[in-house]
């Protein structure tokens, strides 16, 4: 009767928002009163950094090699008999997309996705809906459920377990999707928008893609991912993957540094659920005013350089 | 080729949410509805797109009652040949998936489209589940598709970068920004749909899976702290001492 949780892997290495889910499946069973298994696909060096969030077991489904989402969501299902699990955890992110929805099917569970909370005795979780403006509360009406975690919501969750790590090869028949190309368009050491804990973003106050040098700065000396708002990726300021808001990414990073943006609601509706909201906008009207923790009124080409050397001179005295 | 396009009615994305009876069911009052953008905008528009290039037809099809109906006009209007509405107040997504799956079977479909997620539910799970009720490939939060044969290009945005796929037809894809570009039904388009059929189906019955107990607003955001445009370090200082964010 152990909770089963879905893994990822990049490189070798279990993904943060694996490792996330990992630690919520160990809150969970610790409530149900058993022992988490993970489950993951070939690729996974060791336990990929598994062990130390609470999974006892690790299960490497070595015949698939590619995120295939059919082959996973058998593999899942296997996993899930043989361990007995009732609950699956998942992360809600690309993968957790693709194979969850699958997978529920395949085990006749109940799914909810983006979940925001733990479940609560009735084992009911909440997630967010109408795109942040709300959180909806539900139950499932299956005995076996399935849940998938928003990433960042929840953060790591380390637990002293040990991991054993094993292989099994499960009947998932050939895989359906080929992989053709792969193209990297991130340069080195920059960090994806949908996992970073910091985010500096800027909108079409900016007035020109020459003007982002300093917000690279600036979110290079924090350590922080850049995203933009819709228009200034429309025209083509910046690539589409920056774009956050209700027809971008949604994100939930602790901190979200906002400059020329006038705070839409379409563009809150993917920001709204950042820990802290810094807005420097040279309007004291601009709605993102509202749903900002910190404001600060003035232009962006005095505030932003002022704001890099503050930061620098707070790094070396830190 | 034989394209499905699932289409669902969202609300506006400016529209101001709220709760009735004992906050357990969506205030629809003053509420103006649209086509989910991303059926709209992206799903819809490239099977259109496709079916011009390629030949073949486009079929939408929305799970709920008849006041859906204004919304599936609109997705005539833009192009679509026809439409099928399953009559049925679905209230989960596994409930959407085996109705829009059980009509699927019978039209025999190249390609299914829905959209990246809901605006309302925020659950981007109808296209997993109906593809693996279809024993189909599926592709979520594609960025970019094309058909050659019975083989279906899609590119799709990964963590650093992006991935292109194939998978042999009959595949489910989710779209998301960039595969289409969105077209703004003209006169000719609205005339036309008037004409185009709105097929009200049966549905086959299943149940839903999760239930919606209540639904709750977020709490109101505490006031904005503002700094001195002069004074930025004040702002690293608070986010040090008083968030503890950096
Ligand atoms: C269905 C739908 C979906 C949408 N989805 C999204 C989405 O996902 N994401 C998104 O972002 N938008 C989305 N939009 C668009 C959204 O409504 C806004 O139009 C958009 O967010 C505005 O972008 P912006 O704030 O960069 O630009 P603007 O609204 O033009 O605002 C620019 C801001 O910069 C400020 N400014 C100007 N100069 C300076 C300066 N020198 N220093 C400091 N501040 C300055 C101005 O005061 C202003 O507040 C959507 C719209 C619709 C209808
Ligand atoms: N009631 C519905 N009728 C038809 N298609 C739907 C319905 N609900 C959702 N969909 C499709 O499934 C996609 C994902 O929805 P969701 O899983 O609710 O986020 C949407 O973008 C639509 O394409």
Redesign the pocket.
């Known amino acids: 009767m152990s909770v089963l949780v879905f893994v990822d892997h990049h490189n070798g290495k279990a993904s943060k928002a694996s490792l996330e889910a990992v630690g919520y499946a160990k809150k969970v069973a610790d409530q149900l009163g058993t022992d988490v298994a993970a489950i993951t696909y070939n690729g996974i060096e060791g336990d990929g950094g598994v062990a130390g969030f609470g999974a006892s077991r690790l299960h490497v489904a070595s015949n698939i090699t590619l995120a295939d989402s059919g082959q996973l969501a058998k593999a899942v299902q296997a996993a899930a008999e043989a361990e007995g699990a009732d609950v699956v955890i998942f992360s809600h992110d690309d993968l957790g997309k693709a194979v969850a929805p699958r997978a529920a099917v395949r085990l006749q569970a109940g799914l909810v996705t983006g979940v925001t909370t733990m479940p609560n005795a009735e084992l009911e979780v909440s997630k967010n809906v109408f795109s942040g403006k709300a959180t909806a509360h539900v139950s499932f009406k299956t005995a076996k459920k399935v849940i998938s975690i928003l990433p960042n919501a929840f953060g790591m969750m380390p637990s002293e377990v040990s991991t054993a790590v094993s292989t099994f090869t499960p009947e998932v028949g050939a895989a359906q999707i080929t992989v053709k190309e792969v193209k990297t368009t991130a340069s080195d050491g920059e960090i994806p928008l949908p996992e970073a804990d910091l985010v500096v973003s800027a909108g079409r106050g900016l007035k020109g893609p020459e003007n982002w040098g300093m917000i690279e700065e600036l979110a290079q000396e924090l350590g922080a991912a850049t995203a933009c708002s819709r228009p200034v990726s429309d025209i083509g300021w910046r690539p589409h993957h920056e774009h956050v808001g209700q027809t971008g990414v949604a994100i939930r990073p602790t901190l979200y540094i906002a400059v020329g943006i006038s705070g839409a609601i379409q563009h809150l509706a993917g920001v709204n659920g950042s820990k802290v909201i810094v807005v420097i906008n040279k309007d004291p009207e601009a709605p993102f005013f509202k749903a900002a923790d910190y404001g600060i009124v003035g232009d962006a080409f005095e505030v932003v350089p002022k704001l890099i050397h503050a930061l620098k001179s707070f790094k070396a005295s830190n | 080729m034989k394209i499905l396009v699932?289409?669902?009615k969202a609300p506006d994305t400016t529209s101001k949410i709220a709760f009735k009876d004992n906050n357990t069911a969506f205030d629809e009052n003053g509420v103006q509805f649209i086509v989910?953008p991303?059926?709209e905008w992206y799903?819809l528009v490239r099977a259109i797109e496709l079916k011009e290039a390629q030949g073949g037809s486009v079929t939408t099809?929305?799970?709920?009652g008849a006041d859906n109906d204004p919304i599936i006009r609109k997705a005539l209007a833009i192009g679509a040949d026809d439409a099928i509405r399953v009559d049925m107040e679905?209230t989960d997504?596994f409930q959407?998936a085996s109705e829009?799956a059980a009509k699927a079977k019978e039209g025999g479909f190249d390609l299914v489209l829905?959209?990246?997620?809901?605006i309302n539910?925020?659950?981007?799970?109808?296209?997993g589940m109906l593809a693996e009720l279809l024993d189909a490939p599926y592709i979520p939060l594609a960025t970019k598709l094309d058909v050659s044969g019975t083989t279906a290009e899609i590119t799709r945005d990964i963590a650093g970068g992006e991935e292109v796929l194939t998978a042999q037809l009959p595949v489910v894809i989710?779209a998301a920004k960039g595969m289409a570009e969105q077209r703004i039904p003209n006169m000719r388009g609205i005339m036309a749909a008037r004409s185009k059929a709105l097929n009200v189906a049966a549905p086959a019955g299943t149940e839903a899976s999760t239930e919606v107990k209540s639904y709750s607003l977020p709490p109101a955001k505490g006031d904005c702290t503002y700094i001195d445009a002069e004074n930025p370090a004040e702002l690293i200082k608070k986010l040090h001492e008083e968030a503890k964010v950096i």
């Open positions: 699932c289409i669902s989910n991303y059926d799903a099809i929305t799970v709920g679905a997504a959407v829009i829905c959209g990246k997620e809901t539910n925020n659950g981007a799970v109808v296209g989710s």
